[in-house]
T-cell receptor
Framework: GAGVSQSPSNKVTEKGKDVELRCDPI?????LYWYRQSLGQGLEFLIY????????KSGLPSDRFSAERTGGSVSTLTIQRTQQEDSAVYLC?????????????FGPGTRLTVL | AQSVTQLGSHVSVSEGALVLLRCNYS??????LFWYVQYPNQGLQLLLK??????LVKGINGFEAEFKKSETSFHLTKPSAHMSDAAEYFC?????????FGAGTRLFVKA
Protein backbone atom coordinates (compact mmCIF):
# COMPACT_ATOMS: atom_id res chain seq x y z
CA GLY A 1 0.00 0.00 0.00
CA ALA A 2 0.93 3.66 -0.07
CA GLY A 3 1.53 3.99 3.65
CA VAL A 4 1.71 2.09 6.91
CA SER A 5 -1.62 0.63 7.89
CA GLN A 6 -2.74 -0.68 11.25
CA SER A 7 -5.73 -2.66 12.33
CA PRO A 8 -8.00 -2.43 14.12
CA SER A 9 -8.17 1.34 14.46
CA ASN A 10 -9.96 0.96 17.78
CA LYS A 11 -10.15 -1.96 20.16
CA VAL A 12 -12.13 -2.15 23.35
CA THR A 13 -11.52 -5.21 25.48
CA GLU A 14 -12.15 -6.47 28.95
CA LYS A 15 -9.41 -6.80 31.53
CA GLY A 16 -7.80 -10.21 31.29
CA LYS A 17 -8.49 -10.78 27.61
CA ASP A 18 -5.80 -11.18 24.96
CA VAL A 19 -5.56 -8.76 22.03
CA GLU A 20 -3.68 -8.77 18.74
CA LEU A 21 -2.70 -5.60 16.93
CA ARG A 22 -1.61 -5.73 13.31
CA CYS A 23 0.78 -3.57 11.32
CA ASP A 24 1.30 -3.58 7.55
CA PRO A 25 4.47 -1.65 6.72
CA ILE A 26 5.29 0.14 3.52
CA UNK A 27 6.25 -2.41 0.88
CA UNK A 28 9.99 -2.97 0.76
CA UNK A 29 10.70 -1.45 4.17
CA UNK A 30 12.94 -3.78 6.14
CA UNK A 31 12.74 -1.98 9.49
CA LEU A 32 9.57 -1.97 11.60
CA TYR A 33 8.99 -0.33 14.96
CA TRP A 34 6.27 -0.50 17.61
CA TYR A 35 5.63 2.37 20.03
CA ARG A 36 3.07 3.06 22.72
CA GLN A 37 1.62 6.53 23.23
CA SER A 38 -0.18 7.01 26.52
CA LEU A 39 -2.36 10.02 27.23
CA GLY A 40 -0.23 13.09 27.82
CA GLN A 41 3.01 11.23 27.32
CA GLY A 42 5.46 10.83 24.51
CA LEU A 43 6.09 7.75 22.47
CA GLU A 44 7.51 4.78 24.32
CA PHE A 45 9.71 2.49 22.22
CA LEU A 46 8.56 -1.11 22.45
CA ILE A 47 10.42 -3.17 19.86
CA TYR A 48 12.28 -2.98 16.57
CA UNK A 49 12.45 -5.52 13.74
CA UNK A 50 15.06 -5.71 11.03
CA UNK A 51 13.55 -8.20 8.65
CA UNK A 52 11.98 -10.86 10.84
CA UNK A 53 14.48 -10.45 13.66
CA UNK A 54 14.08 -8.34 16.78
CA UNK A 55 17.58 -7.48 18.09
CA UNK A 56 16.28 -5.88 21.26
CA LYS A 57 13.07 -6.76 23.09
CA SER A 58 13.94 -4.86 26.27
CA GLY A 59 11.39 -2.14 25.51
CA LEU A 60 8.46 -4.50 25.94
CA PRO A 61 6.80 -3.50 29.25
CA SER A 62 6.26 -7.03 30.56
CA ASP A 63 6.22 -10.66 29.51
CA ARG A 64 2.54 -10.23 28.65
CA PHE A 65 3.71 -8.36 25.55
CA SER A 66 5.11 -10.15 22.53
CA ALA A 67 5.61 -9.32 18.87
CA GLU A 68 6.45 -11.15 15.74
CA ARG A 69 7.05 -10.36 12.11
CA THR A 70 6.68 -12.82 9.30
CA GLY A 71 7.91 -12.72 5.73
CA GLY A 72 9.68 -9.47 6.45
CA SER A 73 6.35 -7.73 6.19
CA VAL A 74 3.33 -7.87 8.50
CA SER A 75 3.88 -7.62 12.22
CA THR A 76 1.60 -8.53 15.10
CA LEU A 77 1.82 -7.16 18.62
CA THR A 78 0.08 -9.41 21.13
CA ILE A 79 -0.89 -8.41 24.64
CA GLN A 80 -1.97 -11.24 26.89
CA ARG A 81 -4.16 -10.86 29.96
CA THR A 82 -4.68 -7.16 29.30
CA GLN A 83 -4.64 -4.71 32.19
CA GLN A 84 -6.16 -1.24 32.42
CA GLU A 85 -2.70 0.32 32.30
CA ASP A 86 -2.28 -1.16 28.82
CA SER A 87 -4.82 1.36 27.51
CA ALA A 88 -2.98 3.56 25.02
CA VAL A 89 -2.49 4.21 21.34
CA TYR A 90 -0.15 1.67 19.79
CA LEU A 91 1.79 3.06 16.85
CA CYS A 92 3.69 1.20 14.20
CA UNK A 93 6.32 2.72 11.93
CA UNK A 94 8.47 1.41 9.14
CA UNK A 95 11.60 2.62 7.40
CA UNK A 96 13.88 1.54 4.59
CA UNK A 97 16.16 0.28 7.33
CA UNK A 98 19.40 0.95 5.49
CA UNK A 99 20.73 3.39 8.08
CA UNK A 100 19.45 4.46 11.47
CA UNK A 101 18.60 7.90 10.19
CA UNK A 102 16.15 6.61 7.61
CA UNK A 103 12.84 8.36 8.03
CA UNK A 104 10.26 6.41 9.98
CA UNK A 105 6.78 6.48 8.48
CA PHE A 106 4.04 6.07 11.03
CA GLY A 107 0.70 4.38 10.78
CA PRO A 108 -2.49 5.91 12.21
CA GLY A 109 -2.31 3.79 15.34
CA THR A 110 -4.60 1.42 17.20
CA ARG A 111 -6.40 2.90 20.17
CA LEU A 112 -6.70 0.19 22.82
CA THR A 113 -9.10 0.61 25.70
CA VAL A 114 -9.10 -1.96 28.49
CA LEU A 115 -12.20 -1.84 30.64
CA ALA B 1 21.90 5.73 27.09
CA GLN B 2 19.88 8.47 25.46
CA SER B 3 17.14 10.80 26.58
CA VAL B 4 15.21 13.80 25.38
CA THR B 5 13.68 16.64 27.36
CA GLN B 6 11.16 18.98 25.81
CA LEU B 7 10.73 22.13 27.85
CA GLY B 8 7.08 23.13 28.07
CA SER B 9 4.24 20.73 27.47
CA HIS B 10 2.18 23.61 26.02
CA VAL B 11 3.29 26.67 24.07
CA SER B 12 0.94 29.40 22.90
CA VAL B 13 1.86 32.01 20.29
CA SER B 14 -0.04 34.56 18.26
CA GLU B 15 -0.38 34.14 14.53
CA GLY B 16 2.65 35.73 12.86
CA ALA B 17 4.84 35.45 15.96
CA LEU B 18 8.04 33.46 16.33
CA VAL B 19 7.66 29.81 17.23
CA LEU B 20 10.33 28.34 19.51
CA LEU B 21 10.01 24.80 20.80
CA ARG B 22 12.83 23.64 23.02
CA CYS B 23 14.54 20.27 23.02
CA ASN B 24 17.58 19.12 24.97
CA TYR B 25 19.10 15.71 24.57
CA SER B 26 21.51 13.40 26.29
CA UNK B 27 23.45 10.80 24.37
CA UNK B 28 26.51 8.67 25.02
CA UNK B 29 27.13 8.35 21.29
CA UNK B 30 26.99 10.94 18.50
CA UNK B 31 23.27 11.62 18.22
CA UNK B 32 20.93 11.79 15.32
CA LEU B 33 18.04 14.12 16.11
CA PHE B 34 14.55 14.47 14.73
CA TRP B 35 11.46 16.60 15.03
CA TYR B 36 8.10 15.01 14.28
CA VAL B 37 4.69 16.67 14.13
CA GLN B 38 1.31 15.17 14.91
CA TYR B 39 -1.66 17.12 13.60
CA PRO B 40 -5.04 16.51 15.24
CA ASN B 41 -6.40 13.09 14.33
CA GLN B 42 -3.43 12.33 12.10
CA GLY B 43 -0.33 10.20 12.36
CA LEU B 44 3.16 11.46 13.08
CA GLN B 45 5.19 12.82 10.22
CA LEU B 46 8.80 13.90 10.01
CA LEU B 47 9.48 17.65 10.05
CA LEU B 48 13.27 17.52 9.85
CA LYS B 49 16.31 15.57 10.97
CA UNK B 50 19.93 16.17 11.90
CA UNK B 51 22.35 13.54 10.62
CA UNK B 52 25.72 15.17 11.40
CA UNK B 53 25.94 17.15 8.18
CA UNK B 54 24.89 20.81 8.49
CA UNK B 55 24.09 21.95 12.02
CA LEU B 56 21.22 24.15 10.79
CA VAL B 57 18.54 21.90 9.37
CA LYS B 58 15.61 23.10 7.33
CA GLY B 59 12.39 21.15 7.26
CA ILE B 60 8.92 21.30 5.83
CA ASN B 61 6.43 24.13 6.35
CA GLY B 62 9.13 26.72 7.10
CA PHE B 63 10.48 25.05 10.23
CA GLU B 64 14.16 24.77 11.03
CA ALA B 65 16.29 23.53 13.90
CA GLU B 66 19.87 24.09 14.94
CA PHE B 67 22.06 21.41 16.49
CA LYS B 68 24.20 22.89 19.26
CA LYS B 69 26.53 20.31 20.70
CA SER B 70 27.88 22.60 23.44
CA GLU B 71 24.34 23.16 24.70
CA THR B 72 23.08 19.65 23.88
CA SER B 73 20.10 21.32 22.26
CA PHE B 74 18.06 20.97 19.09
CA HIS B 75 15.44 23.70 19.32
CA LEU B 76 12.77 24.03 16.64
CA THR B 77 11.90 27.45 15.25
CA LYS B 78 9.66 29.09 12.71
CA PRO B 79 9.80 32.85 12.08
CA SER B 80 6.07 33.37 11.67
CA ALA B 81 3.39 31.08 13.10
CA HIS B 82 0.38 30.11 11.04
CA MET B 83 -2.90 28.79 12.34
CA SER B 84 -2.22 25.53 10.55
CA ASP B 85 0.88 24.98 12.71
CA ALA B 86 -1.29 24.09 15.70
CA ALA B 87 -0.27 20.52 16.51
CA GLU B 88 1.84 18.43 18.85
CA TYR B 89 5.57 18.38 18.22
CA PHE B 90 7.93 15.63 19.30
CA CYS B 91 11.71 15.76 19.51
CA UNK B 92 13.53 12.43 19.20
CA UNK B 93 17.09 11.10 19.41
CA UNK B 94 18.70 7.95 18.17
CA UNK B 95 22.19 6.52 18.13
CA UNK B 96 21.10 3.17 16.82
CA UNK B 97 17.90 1.32 16.14
CA UNK B 98 16.18 2.57 19.29
CA UNK B 99 14.58 6.00 18.93
CA UNK B 100 13.77 7.89 22.12
CA PHE B 101 10.99 10.46 21.92
CA GLY B 102 10.31 13.41 24.17
CA ALA B 103 6.97 13.89 25.90
CA GLY B 104 5.83 16.35 23.25
CA THR B 105 4.93 20.04 23.14
CA ARG B 106 1.48 21.09 22.08
CA LEU B 107 1.54 24.31 20.08
CA PHE B 108 -1.48 26.61 20.18
CA VAL B 109 -1.73 29.46 17.67
CA LYS B 110 -4.00 32.38 18.54
CA ALA B 111 -5.63 34.53 15.87
Amino acid sequence: GAGVSQSPSNKVTEKGKDVELRCDPISGHTALYWYRQSLGQGLEFLIYFQGNSAPDKSGLPSDRFSAERTGGSVSTLTIQRTQQEDSAVYLCASSAGLVFTDTQYFGPGTRLTVL
Amino acid sequence: AQSVTQLGSHVSVSEGALVLLRCNYSSSVPPYLFWYVQYPNQGLQLLLKYTSAATLVKGINGFEAEFKKSETSFHLTKPSAHMSDAAEYFCAVTGGFKTIFGAGTRLFVKA
